[in-house]
């Protein structure tokens, strides 16, 4: 015990004295560095001068560089969703079953529901919009003539999920809605001067997305949409785009010759023909979001496509460049596949791996169709490989979730308990 507080005592000392040493020297030092400072100052004065100069001449490119690395760095958020599809809609009339979803939902630490919010040409809402276009001689109600959207989001809330209505059809109308027959010169043509094309929702229409009064109509929608509702977003999906078959109408053939001095192409998929369509539905959908965002500045702007290659090729849908010109807050790509082997390798592509790194990225996994069950295994492989790659999920549908299934709805229910063991709420912006 001495010789301990001998050692103690000598330490004392010897840091006393070092102390006393650093003291005398930082004195030496700092007289030193001021006298330099003096004759230095005029030389810091250039290079400040100088610097400014450097970053103001920055280009573009670079600080977006930096903006997107920085970005990248930012945790996401995990999407966990189920879309509530016109098949659900002895669900969504009712409170009681709302209630029982959302809480279901909650419980097995999902986060998002999509419901739909405009199918067949009509909305799933009271809409003023709807009823002065004259293309919605009724109203969806509920059960006991309750608002089935308002109803919905008061209780999802309350749980704490998210709802982001859904608009499924997009520019797509069956040719006997009252939006067809009403409005035939909103919808556009084939060469042939065909207007329909064979869909899963089955024959459809095609709404010009050049023409501006289609524009109008659709935004004015979105709008009611997310200012009538406390929602937290919308949703647009495959659909929200031209089969490229279309175009050939009269008011597309006048603009496309106006500005490009040709007529158009008689091969639908001639690529400057494709590029020419796919580059003014982008234009609609960069003003559609700054709609939105004026609006309600929070929204979550969605957008659930199809993989890139098909959407461009096929459907115009060019929504990797909507994505780089950050119109899209969250991504969820549809990837049906029944075969494991290819639904991998559809979720690998490059295009997720880069929205990932910067949005909210989920996958579209289908649970089922009234004709087509789809087996709790499948399901489960699928799910085990998204989460593999750090990607959400949404299911496509609610329904099929665990009614219509091959397996009972007690092994169905209990095989959703197994995917999502622990919570994951996404924090809603109020």
Same mark, same amino acid.
Not at 156 to 162: D, P, Q, V, W
Not at 401 to 410: G, I
């Given at each position: 015990?001495? &010789?301990?507080?001998?050692?103690?005592?000598?330490?004392?000392?010897?840091?006393?004295?070092?102390?006393?040493? /650093?003291?005398?020297?930082?004195?030496?030092?700092?007289?030193?560095?001021?006298?330099?400072?003096k004759c230095l100052f005029p030389l810091l004065i250039l290079i400040s001068f100088v610097t400014v100069l450097l970053v103001d001449s920055f280009t573009p490119a670079i600080i977006e560089g930096m903006r997107f690395s920085a970005i990248a760095q930012i945790p996401r958020q995990e999407i966990r969703g189920v879309w509530m599809t016109t098949n659900d809609f002895d669900t969504?009339?009712?409170?009681?079953?709302?209630? +029982?979803?959302?809480?279901?939902?909650?419980?097995?630490?999902?986060?998002?529901?999509?419901?739909?919010?405009?199918?067949?040409?009509?909305?799933?809402?009271?809409?003023?919009?709807?009823?002065?276009?004259?293309?919605?001689? *009724?109203?969806?109600?509920?059960?006991?003539?309750?608002?089935i959207l308002a109803d919905l989001i008061t209780q999802?809330?309350?749980?704490?999920?998210?709802v982001i209505p859904w608009f499924e059809f997009g520019f797509m109308a069956p040719p006997t809605s009252e939006l067809a027959l009403n409005y035939p010169d909103w919808f556009t043509q084939k060469r042939d001067g065909s207007q329909t094309s064979n869909s899963a929702a089955g024959e459809v229409m095609w709404l010009n997305p050049f023409h501006p009064q289609v524009q109008q109509f659709i935004t004015?929608?979105?709008l009611e949409t997310v200012t009538q509702y406390d929602a937290d977003g919308i949703q647009f999906d495959d659909h929200m785009s031209l089969p490229h078959e279309f175009g050939y109408d009269q008011y597309t053939v006048a603009l496309y010759t106006q500005e490009t001095k040709n007529a158009p192409p008689n091969n639908?998929? +001639?690529?400057?023909?494709?590029?020419?369509?796919?580059?003014?539905?982008?234009? *609609?959908?960069?003003?559609?979001?700054?709609?939105? /965002?004026q609006?309600?500045?929070?929204?979550?702007? &969605?957008?659930?496509?199809? $993989?890139?290659?098909?959407?461009?090729?096929?459907?115009?849908?060019?929504?990797?460049?909507?994505?780089?010109?950050?119109?899209?807050?969250?991504?969820?790509?549809?990837? $049906?596949?029944?075969?494991?082997? &290819?639904?991998?390798?559809?979720?690998?592509?490059?295009e997720i791996q880069e929205a990932q790194q910067i949005i909210p990225t989920g996958v579209g996994i289908m649970t089922g169709l009234r004709n087509n069950p789809v087996p709790m295994q499948q399901i489960k492989s699928q799910v085990r490989a998204v989460q593999e790659r750090g990607l959400g999920v949404t299911f496509f549908y609610y329904? &099929?979730?665990?009614?219509?299934?091959?397996?009972?709805?007690?092994?169905r229910q209990a095989g959703f308990e197994t995917l999502f063991p622990s919570p994951a709420l996404r924090a809603r912006v109020e």
């Open positions: 015990m001495v &010789s301990r507080f001998n050692y103690k005592n000598e330490q004392w000392r010897v840091w006393v004295a070092n102390a006393s040493f /650093k003291s005398m020297k930082s004195s030496f030092i700092v007289q030193s560095w001021r006298r330099q400072l969504l009339k009712s409170r009681d079953k709302v209630q +029982d979803a959302v809480s279901q939902l909650r419980r097995m630490n999902f986060n998002t529901i999509y419901p739909v919010v405009w199918n067949s040409g009509y909305v799933m809402y009271p809409s003023a919009l709807a009823q002065r276009a004259g293309i919605q001689p *009724f109203v969806y109600k509920g059960s006991d003539g309750h608002d999802a809330h309350r749980k704490g999920l998210l004015n929608l979105v639908p998929q +001639d690529a400057a023909w494709v590029k020419w369509r796919a580059d003014k539905i982008t234009a *609609f959908m960069v003003q559609l979001n700054q709609a939105v /965002k609006r309600k500045p929070q929204a979550i702007f &969605s957008v659930a496509p199809n $993989y890139y290659d098909f959407a461009y090729k096929f459907h115009l849908q060019d929504w990797l460049t909507w994505m780089r010109q950050n119109i899209v807050d969250e991504l969820i790509v549809q990837i $049906y596949r029944p075969d494991l082997k &290819s639904f991998v390798a559809n979720i690998s592509r490059p329904e &099929s979730l665990w009614n219509d299934a091959l397996e009972s709805l007690q092994e």
